[in-house]
């Protein structure tokens, strides 16, 4: 927590993904680790007095039967989607811890959900790989 303190703002992109193949078999896993990366960065904020917290949240918070064109509060309808139900639910909580403090005056905040958001380490294949790295390196084979 001593790391947030100099800081107007504070973009929260944490996690650990994994892959829906490893999430699928670790709901417990994931749900449990990235509810206190949220918890540590959320409590953070709010302690050390900082004005604004971005969140960075996930389209895994849609329900499998969402429809395609969706508004933002059907991602509390049914259960997150099934192949990242425990990640689905960690970044449903973020949304309310988030959410909490801007009622209670401790922060201002915002929610964001990108879908399919990859980065140089993810993995390429295996029980990690995620959606847009899988489908380039196919691009590319």
Not at 59 to 87: I, K, R
Not at 109 to 116: A, D, E, Q, T, Y
Request: negative net charge.
């Amino acid at each position: 927590m001593r790391y947030i303190t100099t800081c107007d703002w504070v973009i929260h992109l944490a996690s650990q993904a994994y892959g829906v193949a490893r999430c699928s078999k670790a709901h417990a896993d994931t749900l449990l680790l990235n509810s206190q990366i949220n918890a540590i960065v959320v409590e953070a904020v709010v302690r050390n007095g900082i004005q604004g917290l971005l969140a960075v949240s996930s389209s895994c918070v849609y329900a499998d039967d969402a429809p395609d064109v969706m508004s933002e509060d059907l991602g509390f309808h049914g259960e997150p989607e099934q192949a990242n139900w425990g990640y689905g639910w960690a970044k449903r909580m973020l949304e309310v811890a988030v959410n909490a403090a801007i009622k209670d005056r401790l922060c201002e905040g915002v929610i964001v959900r990108p879908v399919n958001i990859y980065g140089a380490n993810y993995g390429w294949f295996g029980e990690d790989s995620h959606v847009i790295p899988s489908l380039v390196k196919r691009l590319f084979d």
